[in-house]
C-alpha cells in the first residue's frame, strides 16, 4: 500500500519559514507526479507546487517565489520550503502522488498523505 507521511509543520510568526517533508513509502517519488495542496478551514483545496519525475516543477501564482519543491531520491522523501510565511499561508498541508497523467497544480492525486498543520501568526 502506497503510503505517505508528513511532517514539519508547525505554527511560526509571519515572515518565518518551515520545510515540509514527505516520506513516501509503496511508492517512488520520481515514478510521475508528486504534490504539495493546502486546505484551509471552510475552503477548497489548492494545488500549491508540483514535481515531476524529470524534476520539472510548478508553483501557484500566489506562491511564486515563496516556495521550493524538491525531492531526495536517497530518502524518497519529498519537500517543500515555505519561506517569507503570511498568515493566509494557515492551512493544512497535504503531500500527494499520482501514477501517471499530467503533472500540473489541478491534477488529480491518487495517493495522499493525511497532513501536516501550518499556522502562521501575525
Known amino acids: 500500500q502506497v503510503q505517505l507521511v508528513e511532517s514539519g509543520g508547525g505554527s511560526v510568526q509571519s515572515g518565518g519559514s518551515l520545510r515540509l517533508s514527505c516520506a513516501a513509502s509503496g511508492y517512488t517519488i520520481t515514478s510521475a507526479c508528486m504534490g504539495w495542496v493546502r486546505q484551509a478551514p471552510g475552503k477548497e483545496r489548492e494545488g500549491v507546487a508540483t514535481?515531476?519525475?524529470?524534476?520539472?516543477?510548478s508553483y501557484a501564482h500566489s506562491q511564486k517565489g515563496r516556495l521550493t519543491i524538491s525531492h531526495d531520491n536517497a530518502k524518497n522523501t519529498l519537500y517543500l520550503q515555505m519561506n517569507s510565511l503570511k498568515p493566509d499561508d494557515t492551512a493544512m498541508y497535504y503531500c500527494a502522488a499520482v501514477d501517471g497523467g499530467s503533472c500540473l497544480l489541478e491534477t488529480k492525486y491518487n495517493y495522499w498523505g493525511q497532513g501536516t498543520q501550518v499556522t502562521v501568526s501575525s
Open positions: 514535481i515531476d519525475a524529470f524534476g520539472t516543477t
